[in-house]
């Protein structure tokens, strides 16, 4: 009697793999999975899809529903808070983009929403109105720019170095967010002061009791309004020069501006150190 051969799965037919391909749910084209059992390559391109070996139906339902899982634990947030909670970043960040470029009054909820990838009522789900949304906007921002001034106010070292480190921070705080900077000098045109957003003023009195504390701290016999002098000097220079960015980027390379940005702080350096030694002098 001749020896029996091993019999071969039975290979999954053509139009039973594309209907898991085309259905609810189904991966993306291109996902590849291998088989946990049988080592098998399975690539889920429709039509054109490779079994490196012969498997059955039953092993390429496993793969493709592995796939799925996978792409679902990849691309989808966990719980329904993470999902609001991205919602609510990209509104932000679309608000703020617009906010410093048009102002307050040039900005619509509209545009904000179209370029968040939204709908006006998914703005007013997490902001009831325009003015809560710019408000949560300038309060995010100041409050990574008060971080900035905090961390160099706070440190270690004399007045005099705690002072100079500011204004290093602050030079690279409105490096890296510009937007920042257009919205400061939105509101330091504003003509009307009962608008502006309660953020910037207490932002602005934190900041500002911290920078005058520690330069009285290095001039206890200034006038009184030095350190004010001193910080709108360091202020407004940096704060021309990172709303100028976008003017300075166009046609120029990445290395350039970034050479232009160091340039800028070394400039600023030596007129923050000629200030404290010309106000010291005059003691």
């Given amino acids: 009697m001749p020896a029996r051969t091993a019999r071969r799965p039975r290979r999954c037919p053509s139009r039973f793999f594309d209907a898991l391909l085309d259905g609810p749910g189904s991966p993306p084209h291109g996902t590849s999975w291998t088989s946990s059992e049988t080592g098998a390559r399975v690539s889920l391109w429709p039509k054109t899809y490779h079994l490196v070996n012969f498997i059955s139906s039953q092993e390429v339902c496993h793969a493709v529903s592995q796939a799925r899982a996978q792409q679902q634990r990849t691309t989808r947030p966990r719980h329904p808070q993470e999902r609001g909670e991205r919602t609510r970043a990209r509104i932000l960040e679309a608000a703020e983009e617009l906010f410093a470029q048009h102002g307050y009054s040039g ?51 004399s007045p005099r170095e705690r002072l100079l480190r500011s204004v290093e921070n602050w030079v690279d705080a409105l490096a890296a967010r ?3 900077a257009h919205l400061l000098l939105h509101e330091a045109a ?8 309660q953020a910037f003023r207490r932002s602005g009195a934190r900041t500002a009791g911290m920078i005058e504390a520690a330069f009285h701290e290095l001039l206890p016999d200034a006038e009184p309004d030095d350190w004010f002098h001193f910080e709108s000097t360091i202020t407004g220079a940096t704060l021309f020069f990172a709303t100028g960015m976008q003017r300075l980027q166009s046609g120029r ?24 030694r010309e106000l010291q002098a005059v003691r």
Avoid: W
């Avoid at 050479?259 to 923050?272: G, N, P």
């Fill in 107 to 157: 900005s619509s909820l509209d545009a904000i929403a179209a370029k968040a990838g939204t709908h006006k009522p998914g703005i007013c789900y997490y902001f009831p109105n325009k003015r809560a949304l710019y408000e949560a906007v300038v309060g995010e921002a100041l409050c990574s720019l008060e971080e900035f001034a905090r961390q160099a106010l706070s440190s270690s070292g």
């Fill in 178 to 180: 510009p937007t920042a």
């Fill in 190 to 197: 504003n003509p009307d002061p009962k608008g502006v957003p």
């Fill in 253 to 276: 390379g990445g290395a350039d501006v970034q050479h232009s940005m160091e340039r800028h702080k070394t400039l600023l350096m030596r007129t923050a150190r000629a200030l404290l």
